[in-house]
């Protein structure tokens, strides 16, 4: 498949099959995650693969923006202490989100290659999920990817083009 169409053809699916994911298919989408671009190589993040059903149903319960039965999630997290090492302020509170929102996209897109239907979450308590999984204070998730076969298939939404790109300067369409 091409890029342009992966990105192109990708939806945030809520409604999944009742069928599990292969483990060595969830293995691959970890390590397409951790070939995303990091802030000085940064490489902090840490992905948690949760297929228990019970966990799944626990971890539900802290997080209202898991719809549907996913099969499977993905915990990407941040190890709070070692980005701050690694790139002070700047690393722990901001770069450290960046990197984990590259490795989510990167997740993402191969999911969909896969035949994955997906969603991130971001909606969920922090504090519940470290607890759920028995993560140290310093591992922090920072998105829940839900993950299943797709028992729906959305239409795309329209997308502006014209009205959010400018070559050189930005250009006021309204006169403002």
Same mark, same amino acid.
């Given at each position: 498949m091409r890029v342009f169409e992966v990105i192109k053809g990708r939806r945030s699916i809520r409604k999944f099959e009742?069928? %599990?994911?292969?483990?060595?298919?969830?293995?691959?989408? #970890?390590?397409? /995650?951790?070939?995303? &671009?990091? /802030?000085?190589?940064?490489?902090?993040? #840490?992905?948690?693969i949760v297929t228990d059903r019970g966990r799944i149903q626990k971890i539900k319960a802290v997080s209202p /923006?898991?719809?549907g039965t996913?099969?499977?999630l993905i915990v990407v997290c941040q190890d709070k202490e070692l980005v701050y090492k690694k790139g002070g302020e700047l690393?722990?509170?901001?770069l450290s989100i960046m990197d984990a929102a590259m490795a989510s996209q990167?997740?993402?897109?191969q999911a969909y290659d896969e035949g994955l239907g997906f969603c991130p979450v971001l909606s969920f308590h922090k504090r519940g999920v470290q607890i759920l999984l028995n993560l140290p204070e310093?591992? #922090? &998730?920072?998105?829940?990817i839900s993950l299943g076969y797709p028992a729906e298939s959305p239409k795309p939404p329209k997308r502006k083009f014209k009205e959010v790109y400018?070559?050189?300067?930005?250009? %006021?369409t309204n006169g403002k």
């Open positions: 009742d069928r %599990s994911i292969e483990k060595e298919i969830l293995q691959k989408l #970890v390590e397409a /995650g951790i070939w995303a &671009p990091t /802030g000085g190589n940064a490489q902090t993040w #840490v992905f948690i /923006g898991i719809l996913p099969n499977a690393g722990r509170d901001t990167n997740i993402m897109l310093r591992i #922090v &998730p920072e998105l829940l400018f070559f050189e300067e930005y250009k %006021s």
